[in-house]
């Protein structure tokens, strides 16, 4: 029996690393977007936004009816607290449409000076029951976003027990391999904070593996590629040693179940993603929750959508079960391992020059010759490459990025659509 929730719609919540991005997100079908400051969220790199571009930000949502939420979801320290402060005074200025905050001090802080901000507990904060919801539900928390180790009928369980909080789960991304990104590894390897936003990865980068003498089995090391001579003792047991990169998560043919369970909010990770990867993954989750909110069956295409763009290989997290050894990528941390498709271009509609050609923005190499896809918020066109130019109107056969005049017009018999870009098939 599906559990009604206190929002009238379910929603897509897209990522937003930058405005660029934030556009994107909203042209391909989200209903909110989630984006932050670097100094205050825990995407302290790759990160665009300041106090201007939130602003321009909030202007773009109410325009369009949609909603932007505010990340600030780090655990601070205490040279944090006054300069948290000051912004949340700004913040407020902006009307935001919440907070997505994870340290009870600053939540206090916020709840004390701007009573009326929505505040949307942090996956950080690892809400894994109910009787924790029904805790920060009484300090003022409106939305929980759900650890991603919950399982399906714990979610349920929740939402029976506490009916009048709002539930968020994420549905695609990648996935940390700490409990919901609470790690200490990047600290310890490279002395940079996860919990401060500056997380590098390092439990998906390259190691050698060395032992000290066959008769001491115990005594294995690994050596971390990017510093050689730095040696770390790890254990073995019956089963091997893992290096940890998990798989990524992907749950676009569970939706109906996720949002019988009574999750009102469906998330994308990836807000240091390319606008490639926010496009494509917000469109295919839009068309699936249309397809359900219509009463249609599912479209096995949103499926293959999600394959094109760059993954570690799919799992399904812990909503069905634990995913054991499946869910873990042992040959590779590179994301592009099992894509088939390269981001090369973004359709720029106002830079149009020549009869019959589109004019693109170059983010990858570009052919003559290639098999691409033009890629809309509603469709996807396949076409080979016969022709190129640059600025000049002089035919050219190979573009990349980087160079001084990015922009080039392509061959394409087709009008230009706003956020559209094209992609080359491999």
């Known amino acids: 029996m599906a559990v009604l929730c206190n929002m009238k719609k379910t929603e897509i919540l897209s990522p937003a690393g930058n405005l660029e991005k934030l556009r994107f997100a909203y042209a391909y079908g989200a209903d909110a977007a989630y984006a932050g400051m670097p100094f205050f969220s825990l995407r302290a790199r790759r990160n665009d936004f300041g106090m201007q571009e939130l602003t321009m930000g909030y202007e773009l949502a109410r325009q369009l009816h949609k909603k932007l939420y505010i990340t600030a979801n780090i655990f601070a320290r205490n040279r944090k607290i006054e300069r948290f402060i000051n912004i949340i005074d700004e913040w407020a200025s902006l009307n935001p449409d ?6 009870p001090g600053l939540i206090m802080i916020v709840r004390d000076r701007h009573p009326n901000i ?19 539900h009484k300090q003022g928390i409106q939305r929980i976003i759900l650890s991603r180790e919950l399982l399906l009928e714990e979610i349920r369980q929740i939402q029976e027990k506490v009916p009048e909080v709002e539930l968020e789960a994420f549905v695609h991304g990648a996935i940390c391999i700490a409990y919901s990104g609470r790690c200490l590894m990047s600290s310890y390897m490279s002395y940079r904070d996860a919990n401060q936003g500056a997380c590098d990865n390092s439990c998906r980068e390259k190691f050698n593996l060395y032992s000290c003498a066959p008769d001491k089995q115990n005594d294995i090391y690994i050596e971390d590629r990017r510093t050689p001579g730095d040696f770390y003792r790890i254990d073995e047991d019956e089963n091997g040693t893992y290096i940890m990169s998990a798989k990524d998560l992907n749950l676009i043919e569970h939706i109906k179940e996720i949002i019988d369970s009574g999750v009102c909010s469906l998330k994308i990770e990836g807000r240091t993603k390319s606008i490639y990867y926010v496009s494509m993954v917000t469109r295919a989750y839009r068309k699936a929750l249309d397809r359900i909110e219509n009463g249609l069956e599912f479209d096995s295409s949103v499926v293959e959508d999600l394959q094109k763009i760059a993954n570690r290989g799919y799992h399904k997290g812990f909503l069905l079960g634990a995913p054991g050894v499946l869910g873990q990528n042992y040959s590779t941390s590179n994301n592009l391992q099992y894509s088939n498709r390269r981001f090369s271009a973004v359709v720029r509609v106002e830079n149009k020059r020549y009869s019959g050609y589109l004019p693109v923005e170059v983010r ?7 098999q691409c896809e033009l890629i809309s918020p509603t469709e996807t066109k396949t076409f080979t490459l016969t022709n190129i130019k640059n600025n000049l ?6 573009v990349n990025p980087g160079g001084v005049d990015s922009t080039f017009h392509i061959l394409v018999d087709t009008k230009p659509e706003a956020y559209s870009f094209i992609t080359v098939m491999s």
């Not at 919440?98 to 340290?103: E, G, V, W």
């Not at 929505?118 to 920060?136: E, G, R």
């Open 393 to 398: 109107g002089l035919d050219v056969s190979t």
């Open 118 to 136: 929505p505040i949307h507990l942090s996956v950080q904060a690892n809400c894994m029951n109910w009787q924790s919801v029904k805790f920060w």
């Open 364 to 370: 990858g190499q570009i052919k003559v010759g290639d």
């Open 98 to 103: 919440a907070l997505i905050m994870s340290d």
